[in-house]
């Protein structure tokens, strides 16, 4: 996984808009390099703040989690300006 992360971060937010990139699904890469994948549901709101991102190389996003009902749900995601 955390192969996963390197390459995440070395690619284009144009990229990962489309094929193989977009039909795979995305996942949280964390400063670290380690990656914890998404649910599928939540691809369409990744691709919102992505398309809205302000960097086209190795752009970083901020979801915020919360715990219901034993599992993580995604609650938001935008551009992580601050990181």
Do not use: F
Not at 62 to 73: A, N, Q, T
């Amino acid at each position: 996984m955390e192969r996963l992360g390197k390459a995440a971060t070395e690619h284009t937010t144009s990229c990962v808009l489309i094929g193989h990139c977009l039909e795979s699904g995305y996942g949280l890469v964390g400063k670290d390099g380690n990656t914890t994948l998404l649910y599928p549901k939540v691809t369409p709101h990744v691709v919102r703040a992505l398309k809205q991102a302000s960097t086209e190389k190795g752009a970083w996003l901020r979801v915020e989690r919360m715990e219901k009902d034993g599992k993580m749900e995604t609650v938001s995601i935008r551009e992580a300006v601050n990181r």
